[in-house]
């Protein structure tokens, strides 16, 4: 009888991971192929993107307006907004907005819910946020209590509030788009960058509700899990088979919106996330979270001495 169980079990999980694999295959390659991918000017005239100065960000905001919509660009600094908005008006003559907040505060959706009043907003991309200057202890981080307000602010209000300005319209037209940034690390215990990865792992949960919530009334929305992207946020800046360029990235992710409601986006990185639910299912617990420690362990001994050798040369 135990056997029995026992190859029932290894059958039940050869076929989620069979499955998973199936689904990422279908989601990168053979939807798009047969259009089955959500054509997201149909949903609405503008798309707004938070963070869109860099990054992910900035390439949603180039791929949207390549697509056909006008664009209203939000980010923290409006000269950097005033840059991507000629580029954009340059390459592809579409319209755009800009709208600068700081989304570590909490004070400018009043503000954000006036700019945006009466626009018809088909596609929101939640893309803000930001990380830890590198991996570090809980107790250690510098002013420790100010930069868990910030990475709240700017991780999970930013989804939450965003979402509430854009919603009712969308819910009302029966039509939109939102696509919501986590990361791989929502995937897989993160020691070492516990609140990033944490607020990262809530982008994924509200997700995963709002999209059962909203898809009966012509809403989609779609979660985003990227790894390592060529970008100021990672501190990456030559692309790779693994480290795509944001541009890259996005096109790639895009061939999945509509299809796929949890994605990696990237084939590359929709490996790292098999891999990592396979050694879920294979590994105890507490191996898996030490191998990442260990590893996260190494990028904070490297930070650290590139700090000490930069403040000896000052």
């Not at 009466?118 to 930001?130: A, F, P, R, S």
């Not at 509430?164 to 939102?178: A, N, Q």
Request: include cysteine; hydrophobic fraction near 45%.
């Amino acid at each position: 009888m135990w056997d029995l169980i026992g190859k029932a079990a290894v059958a039940l999980v050869a076929a989620r991971l069979g499955w998973s694999v199936l689904k990422g295959l279908y989601g990168s390659f053979l939807a798009a192929a047969l259009g089955l991918n959500l054509k997201v000017k149909k949903t609405g005239e503008w798309a707004v993107v938070t963070g869109a100065t860099d990054g992910i960000g900035k390439a949603y905001a180039f791929e949207l307006a390549r697509q056909g919509m006008k664009v209203v660009l939000v980010s923290r600094t409006a000269f950097k907004l005033q840059n991507v908005a000629a580029e954009i008006n340059s390459k592809y003559g579409t319209e755009t907005k800009i709208i600068d907040v700081d989304f570590t505060k909490s004070d400018i959706y009043d503000r954000l819910r006036k700019e945006l009043a009466d626009m018809d907003i088909g596609v929101l991309v939640n893309n803000v946020g930001m990380s830890y200057d590198h991996p570090e202890y809980f107790n250690n981080l510098e002013n420790g209590d100010e930069m868990c307000h910030r990475l709240i602010n700017c991780n999970i209000m930013s989804v939450t509030m965003m979402s509430r300005v854009v919603l009712p319209g969308m819910e009302e037209r029966k039509r939109g788009l939102i696509i919501n940034v986590a990361s791989l690390s929502a995937t897989i215990p993160a020691p070492l960058l516990a609140v990033y990865a944490a607020t990262k792992a809530f982008v994924e949960s509200i997700s995963d509700s709002l999209a059962a919530e909203y898809s009966r009334k012509g809403i989609t929305i779609q979660c985003i899990l990227p790894g390592f992207v060529v970008s100021k946020l990672s501190k990456l800046k030559r692309p790779s088979l693994m480290i795509p360029t944001p541009t890259a990235y996005v096109r790639s992710t895009m061939k999945t919106t509509g299809v796929e409601k949890r994605t990696a986006g990237y084939f590359m990185h929709k490996l790292q996330i098999y891999f990592a639910e396979c050694a879920k299912f294979l590994l105890p617990g507490s191996v898996l979270t030490s191998i990442v420690f260990g590893q996260l362990q190494v990028f904070r001994i490297k930070a650290l001495k590139k700090k000490e050798q930069e403040a000896k040369a000052q």
